[in-house]
């Protein structure tokens, strides 16, 4: 499975974006997805999981009720719907593909990683 992630960009406080997750793959509907995030100088983390058929997902308490993540296995893509945008949320947004939903949050459960797109929130 390859992974292109593409969607970020700059945006003021209180804005959104959508960042999408293009996979290639015959098999991509049978991963689970996660995004993680990496602000600068700081470590990668979790922010939010779909299971492979996107009936479950999963957030970090910090974008609870303000990202929202889908998926369309027929288009072989899951977006990240990021409203009500914070400072913090600036980060190098990265999606990642794994075998099992119940470590998707944790990048060592993670089997493909594609490249990341950058989000930037102005003050």
């Known amino acids: 499975v390859q992974l292109q992630a593409s969607g970020g960009g700059l945006v003021q406080a209180g804005g959104s974006l959508r960042l999408s997750c293009a996979a290639s793959g015959r098999t991509f509907s049978s991963y689970a997805v996660g995004w993680f995030r990496q602000p600068p100088g700081k470590e990668r983390s979790f922010v939010a999981a779909?299971?492979?058929?996107?009936?479950?997902?999963s957030y970090a308490d910090s974008v609870k009720g303000r990202f929202t993540i889908s998926r369309d296995n027929g288009k072989n893509t899951v977006y990240l719907q990021m409203n009500s945008l914070k400072p913090e949320d600036t980060a190098v947004y990265y999606c990642?593909?794994?075998?099992?939903?119940?470590?998707?949050?944790?990048?060592?459960?993670?089997?493909?990683w594609g490249e990341g797109t950058q989000v930037t929130v102005s003050s």
């Open positions: 779909i299971s492979y058929s996107g009936g479950t997902t």
């Open positions: 990642a593909a794994g075998r099992d939903y119940g470590t998707a949050r944790y990048s060592y459960g993670m089997d493909y």
